[in-house]
């Protein structure tokens, strides 16, 4: 029998040099780098690519790539112990090659590119040389593809991409952009997108403005709303089969589902690290607040909330790591449910604790808070996961046999009674001799 909740101690010392080097190294670039994606920006390229050298001498590059790849092939243990240490700075998991949507993209274009795509795009992709954008999302479809219009039709040697879409992170930075497309309008629902690979310079490809998150200045932010006018590419640029865009996308949404879980594992620890350092150090109404009984039920249902969360992401890891990504669909799903609910439970906390500096520009709080309803949308709303979750688990139960629940009362006891009554009659003749 295998259940262990330690750690190898060759990776525990890993992780504790990740945590330092996190720390001293990563953190502080997040206070001076604006976009750690920016490939144009000297003073990211001044600042990264020497910390991603280090990375990669210590064996810690793109540990979510298999050794074909040019990774270590971790598994999703090993990643969920890593992860829940890069996610307590924007900059670590660039730092680490492992930033989305590159993690996502790199594996479709593993998956399903083509020998040419793969030496143009996926090798310096992994090499953190370019940058990409995954084009799903639609303004009037949202999270539904079934309603999305976005088309592709297929004229000679090439297709014709026309349609509009939404929330294309980085599309502005990409040096590619993957585009699901309509390309079968008859088919079944699920059978009637396409996924295609379209070059940044493509003519027609048009970012009609990029959109920010609800704390960024309205033309800020980084989320494309791109139009594709008469977008042309080569055939050979399909990714998978026609009619495959569903399958396509499933080997990155996953993975990345279960990333994002990962990583807020270690902003919720560290907005308790700062809820907990405010508690010792601040005195007011005649005492410290660690001292208070309310801080210390927020401080305790945190440390509750956070360490059953960590422990359904670990567990959620190790089924994807037994039995693959697509047997763990509802682990995934619960633990992509819980990643908004309890962000945005301990970092209020957090900030409560903290009074008005808690919610000031002069703390970080606001921030992490803020991510939080961005996970419930972020690769799926919440919705839609609590209905995977529970189609798969009422696939494991049958309709009772008669008309009363299989658990009631008088019917049980009936069933007692039938089995055990000559005993029972037994004893209570024996008693009464």
């Keep these: ?5 330690s750690t190898d101690p060759e990776y525990a010392e890993q992780l504790e040099w ?3 080097f996190v720390h001293e190294e990563c953190e502080p670039l997040d206070l001076i780098i604006e976009e750690s994606h920016d490939l144009d920006d000297p003073v990211r390229q001044a600042l990264i690519p020497p910390l ?3 990375v990669r001498e210590r064996g810690l590059w793109a540990t979510h790539l298999g050794p074909h790849l040019g990774g ?3 598994g999703q243990v090993k990643l969920a112990l890593l992860n829940e240490i890069l996610g307590r700075s924007e900059c670590a998991p660039i730092v680490f090659g492992s930033q989305a949507p590159d993690s996502g993209n790199s594996e479709i274009l593993a998956h399903f590119g083509t020998p040419e795509l793969k030496a143009r795009y996926l090798e310096p992709l992994l090499d953190n040389r370019i940058v990409s954008c995954f084009s799903m999302t639609e303004p009037q479809g949202g999270a539904d593809p079934k309603i999305f219009t976005t088309s592709a039709m297929q004229d000679g040697d090439e297709w014709v991409i ?3 879409k939404w929330f294309s992170s980085f599309a502005d930075m990409a040096a590619f952009l993957i585009v699901m497309a309509v390309t079968d309008p008859d088919a079944t629902p699920y059978d009637r997108h396409s996924m295609f690979v379209v070059p940044r310079e493509t ?5 009609l403005r990029n959109v920010g998150l609800g704390y960024e200045p309205v033309g800020g932010g980084r989320e494309g709303y791109v139009r594709y006018e008469d977008v042309r590419v080569p055939a050979d640029h399909m990714l998978g089969p026609r009619g495959g865009a569903f399958v396509v996308a499933q080997t990155r949404l996953g993975g990345g589902r279960i990333h994002h879980a990962m990583r807020t594992v270690g902003v919720c620890q560290k907005a308790i690290d700062m809820m907990c350092e405010r508690a010792v150090s601040r005195y007011t109404q005649g005492s410290i607040l660690a001292s208070k009984e309310m801080v210390q039920e927020y401080v305790a249902d945190s440390w509750v909330d956070l360490h059953q969360f960590r422990l ?10 037994q039995v693959g990504g697509h047997k763990a669909r509802r682990e995934i799903a619960a633990c992509k449910v819980q990643t908004a609910k309890v962000l945005k439970d301990i970092v209020f906390r957090a900030m409560h604790v903290h009074g008005s500096l808690g919610v000031s520009n002069e703390m970080p709080l606001i921030g992490m808070w803020t991510m939080a309803p961005v996970m419930g949308i972020a690769d799926g709303p919440t919705e839609v996961h609590k209905i995977t979750i529970a189609r798969q688990t009422l696939k494991g139960y049958q309709p009772s046999d008669g008309l009363f629940p299989s658990a009631h009362l008088p019917g049980r006891i009936a069933e007692a009674k039938a ?11 024996n008693q009464t001799l």
Excluded: C
């Design 1 to 5: 029998m295998a259940w262990d909740f």
């Design 18 to 20: 990740v945590r330092e």
């Design 52 to 54: 991603q050298a280090i």
């Design 72 to 74: 270590p092939g971790f």
């Design 162 to 164: 026309n349609g509009e």
């Design 203 to 207: 003519p027609g490809i048009n970012i």
């Design 312 to 321: 359904m992401v670990i567990h959620a890891a190790w089924v994807i790591d």
């Design 419 to 429: 089995r055990f009554g000559d005993l029972v009659d037994h004893q209570l003749a």
